[in-house]
Nanobody, 122 residues
Framework: QVHLEESGGGLVQAGGSLRLSCVTNERTAGSIAMGWFRQRPGKEREFVAAVMWVGGNTMYADSVKGRFSITKDPDKNSFHLQMNSLSPDDTAVYYC???????????????WGRGTQVTVSA
């Protein structure tokens, strides 16, 4: 059974930074990458960033390009999202999930952790 655990969220002022972490117990069959998604208040869950299991290819949503950086530690099955220059619009619950597809942005199954809350104050 796939297990995903996110951590690192919190309250930060606009312009600040946070580093999120995700640990998984296995590489999900059918996935080619691990991604971060977020669900902002009143909005649908949306893709944020992903990194391929093999190699270092990454993909980012336009809204976070240049501010967020996704990295991986394959030895520990862990993935990180460095978030800089945060704005109140980044306030959301952030989730990690295995992904697939040419843009690495499609969830590979219905595997989600509990998420970690990020709140950015103005």
């Amino acid at each position: 059974q796939v297990h995903l655990e996110e951590s690192g969220g919190g309250l930060v002022q606009a312009g600040g930074s946070l580093r999120l972490s995700c640990v998984t117990n296995e590489r999900t069959a059918g996935s080619i990458a691990m991604g971060w998604f977020r669900q902002r208040p009143g909005k649908e869950r949306e893709f944020v960033a992903a990194v391929m299991w093999v190699g270092g290819n990454t993909m980012y949503a336009d809204s976070v390009k240049g501010r967020f950086s996704i990295t991986k530690d394959p030895d520990k099955n862990s993935f990180h999202l460095q978030m800089n220059s945060l704005s109140p619009d980044d306030t959301a619950v952030y989730y990690c999930a295995p992904t697939k597809g040419a843009t690495l942005s499609r969830p590979a199954g219905d595997y989600w952790g509990r998420g970690t809350q990020v709140t950015v104050s103005a």
